[in-house]
């Protein structure tokens, strides 16, 4: 299911931090937010509301660069701006044949005085005090035709939205009355999380089965704590409704839970979802230039970006950029930010915005340098570039 890997130096940002902090300025990019798409108007309005961009469309998780037409800022003032952190993105009606595989699942579970061996392919996981559900490999549980359509459709958006080449093996799930996982985090699975809901939401009859995550003030919740103010769940944490065939990628490095299913215990009216991690962050080529051919000029970028970001304060998360190289130049024509997670580690002693915007600047600043050779066909390439600071 994993991609094969890629010949790269390195994604991984070599980082001593020993030296003072750079801040960016915007001689060289610009920022606006996502390109021409109709999307980009309600994504600039949503940027210009939120305080804290915490969930996104999936059009919200992009912001792009131009470069700019020459003209130098000389004002000491004028930085860069760069997207907000995304931890959670919605991509509604995901895949097309979701109901195809609910079909599947109903059929398969529906009759309970069947006896057949297919029935008898759950584990109930139960963890006490943390995961009680059923569960069981998509893989085994689904015809192969049909797998390999969810399979692909994940793999594909990994690749072009998130900057990842694989995918975990994929969880189906369901959960009945009582049924819930407790608060936990899955940093070492991969940068994402996936659920990709099977559940009908809108007819349910059930409480409960929303995805919750932590606010991310929580997760700093010394630095904002505010004596007058009482606290409540809805400003402790985001919920997420399943809805039926919604894909929710998130940030698995949050403390989430699944809220308790109360209500059913009727496999047919549960909560179902489909539910795994996007893995292996590594470069993806689409388009005229192959990875062969770009590489060299890539590299070459990433060597001064490595150095330029070495001496940045630290910051931890992802984030994919998706470059846009003309083919009869070479240049980089556009540069767009489709996920970010990074979030700046308290030690850097800077504030938290700065340090991730100067990371974001440092690396759209090399990267719209970059000299690509021009294509033989004269055709666009899109690099899609994941950049990973642990
Ligand atoms: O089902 C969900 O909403 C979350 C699943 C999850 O967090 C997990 O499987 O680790
Ligand atoms: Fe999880």
Request: net charge negative; hydrophobic share 45%; charged share 20%.
């Amino acid at each position: 299911m994993a991609a094969a890997n890629c010949s790269f130096t390195c994604l991984q940002a070599q980082r001593s931090w020993s030296s003072a902090p750079r801040r960016c300025r915007a001689a060289v990019v610009r920022c606006r937010a996502a390109a021409d798409s109709a999307a980009g108007a309600a994504v600039q309005q949503a940027a210009a509301e939120a305080s804290a961009a915490w969930t996104a469309e999936p059009a919200a998780a992009a912001a792009a660069a131009e470069v700019d037409s020459g003209q130098q800022h000389e004002d000491e003032d004028e930085y860069l701006e760069m997207p907000e952190a995304q931890h959670v993105i919605l991509q509604p009606d995901f895949l097309d044949v979701a109901p195809q595989l609910r079909a599947h699942f109903d059929q398969r579970v529906g009759n309970p005085l069947k006896t057949t061996a297919d029935r008898f392919v759950w584990d109930h996981w139960h963890v006490p005090g943390q995961y009680n559900l059923m569960r069981t490999p998509a893989d085994r549980f689904f015809p192969a035709q049909l797998y390999d359509r969810l399979e692909d459709a994940l793999v594909e958006y990994g690749e072009r939205q998130l900057g990842c080449r694989g995918i975990s093996p994929i969880w189906l799930s369901y959960y009945v009355h009582g049924h819930r996982q407790g608060w936990h985090s899955d940093a070492p699975h991969g940068p994402f999380a996936f659920v990709l809901s099977l559940t009908r939401w809108e007819e349910r009859r059930f409480s409960g089965g929303e995805t919750m995550l932590l606010q991310p003030w929580v997760l700093d919740y010394w630095w904002h704590f505010d004596p007058a103010r009482g606290t409540e769940m809805p400003q402790l944490m985001t919920l997420v409704p399943p809805h039926f065939n919604q894909l929710t990628v998130f940030d698995g490095r949050i403390p989430h839970a699944v809220q308790q299913v109360e209500g059913t215990y009727d496999p047919l009216e549960a909560r179902i979802v489909l539910h795994g991690w996007f893995t292996q962050p590594a470069p993806f080529f689409a388009g005229s230039l192959s990875k062969e051919a770009a590489t060299p000029a890539l590299n070459a970028c990433l060597d001064g970006l490595y150095a330029a970001l070495g001496v940045l304060p630290p910051a931890v998360g992802i984030a994919t950029v998706r470059l846009r190289i003309a083919g009869g130049s070479g240049g980089v024509a556009d540069l767009q930010w489709l996920a970010n997670t990074l979030v700046a580690r308290p030690q850097a002693g800077e504030e938290p915005e700065d340090v991730c915007g100067a990371t974001l600047a440092t690396i759209a600043e090399h990267l719209l340098a970059a000299a690509f050779p021009p294509s033989a066909d004269g055709g666009d390439t899109h690099i899609t570039l994941p950049f990973i600071f642990e």
